[in-house]
Nanobody, 123 residues
């Protein structure tokens, strides 16, 4: 069974940086896709960035040029480097995973999710 554990959230001033990590346990598939999502208070969850098994990535327009998604397969860890943080970036951040090529991955309806890590941005 796949188990995802996020870390690295916290409180930062606008303009600052944070790096989120997502440790993956129990993954048995050789080809998988992963993503970072966030849910601001009172709003819908939204995709932030995704990365495929070949490390090709995509970003929401709101974070392009500021956030970088990456993965270290040797450490089974996914990262999200966030720079130039804005107040509107404040949210609960979740990592998620599914099998590349599956309907779930294509629809960004990943089946495996972490518990989330909170990011707070103050002015």
């Amino acid at each position: 069974q796949v188990h995802l554990v996020e870390s690295g959230g916290g409180s930062v001033q606008a303009g600052g940086s944070l790096r989120l990590s997502c440790a993956v346990f129990g993954y048995t598939y050789s080809s998988y896709c992963m993503g970072w999502f966030r849910q601001p208070p009172g709003k819908e969850r939204e995709v932030v960035a995704t990365i495929d098994s070949d490390s090709s990535s995509s970003y929401a327009d709101s974070v392009k040029g500021r956030f970088t998604i990456s993965q270290d397969n040797a450490k089974n860890t996914l990262y999200l480097q966030m720079k130039s943080l804005k107040r509107e970036d404040a949210a609960m951040y979740y990592c998620a995973a599914d099998i590349c090529g599956s309907w779930y991955a294509a629809q960004l309806k990943y089946r495996w999710w972490g518990q989330g890590t909170q990011v707070t941005v103050s002015s």
